[in-house]
């Protein structure tokens, strides 16, 4: 006879599996209740779980594809991922992946990025936003060659179709229609314990990815993914107003 322990670890298996094969070394057969039927209850009750908090994740892309296509999206992704963590609330990020992989949609993938990114930066921890004063005190040169990284609860995203508008619309109970494609650029900031949605200029998007791999504010101006951005005429004041806002709404992280 196996173990307690065992037969739970044989239980989980087969419940992570959907397998109910092992079902009568687990349970006794009932009568008009056999061992397979007692086993799929658990199997079931899993699985109707992990498909909720999924939903409860991504209710914009439940409301785009429809609950049919939705339901398929979220059966394949079980399937294929069963629950490794000890609660739920991190179970539903690694989704906006299966999509992109598994979904003709581009505007389905594009929403589900944007859902999966609200939840994942929601979960991770806040580092302290830089402060007025410190930059107060910098001189241009010290600032260009800072390490101005954003806060680590945050996420540069690139769209081909307006779904932060969508969602906007979603939130807004509007029943928004699909969106034709529109390139669009994104900060989302977990900033004072709530999560926030920034549209950004393309060449603001470029300079916040470039800063984010480390690169000081002086290589990046050097860098030739921002050199058709910093030609323009009017680029030193764009500058000067991201930097601004940027303080102003938490997006960068307080240098050591």
């Not at 959907?18 to 009568?24: L, S, W």
């Not at 939903?55 to 394949?76: H, K, Q």
């Not at 494609?181 to 998007?205: F, N």
Request: charged content about 20%; some cysteine; hydrophobic content about 45%.
């Amino acid at each position: 006879m196996n173990s307690y322990p065992e037969l739970l670890s044989t239980m989980m298996d087969a419940i992570l599996a959907g397998d109910t094969a092992t079902a009568p070394a687990l349970f006794l057969d009932k009568e008009k209740f056999p061992a397979t039927a007692q086993l799929a209850v658990y199997t079931e009750g899993y699985r109707i779980r992990l498909a909720e908090a999924v939903e409860s994740a991504y209710p914009a892309l439940l409301f785009a594809l429809g609950r049919p296509a939705f339901a398929a999206l979220v059966e394949g992704y079980i399937t294929a991922h069963p629950s490794r963590h000890f609660n739920l609330d991190k179970y539903p990020i690694a989704f906006a992946g299966y999509a992109a992989q598994h979904c003709d949609d581009g505007f389905a993938r594009d929403l589900a990025a944007l859902e999966g990114a609200i939840h994942d930066v929601y979960q991770r921890e806040e580092t302290p936003a830089m402060d007025a004063g410190w930059a107060a005190r910098q001189t241009p040169e010290s600032i260009a060659n800072a390490s101005l990284l954003p806060r680590a609860a945050s996420e540069l995203m690139a769209f081909e179709y307006p779904v932060d508008a969508y969602l906007t619309a979603f939130r807004a109970n509007e029943n928004p229609q699909k969106p034709a494609p529109s390139k669009h650029w994104l900060l989302v900031l977990r900033h004072r314990h709530q999560v926030r949605r920034l549209p950004l200029e393309q060449a603001e998007h470029a300079l916040l990815s470039l800063l984010a791999q480390g690169v000081t504010l002086a290589g990046a101006l050097e860098n030739e993914r921002l050199a058709p951005f910093a030609a323009a005429p009017d680029f030193p004041a764009s500058l000067q107003g991201w930097f601004a806002r940027w303080i102003n709404e938490g997006v960068l992280r307080q240098p050591s």
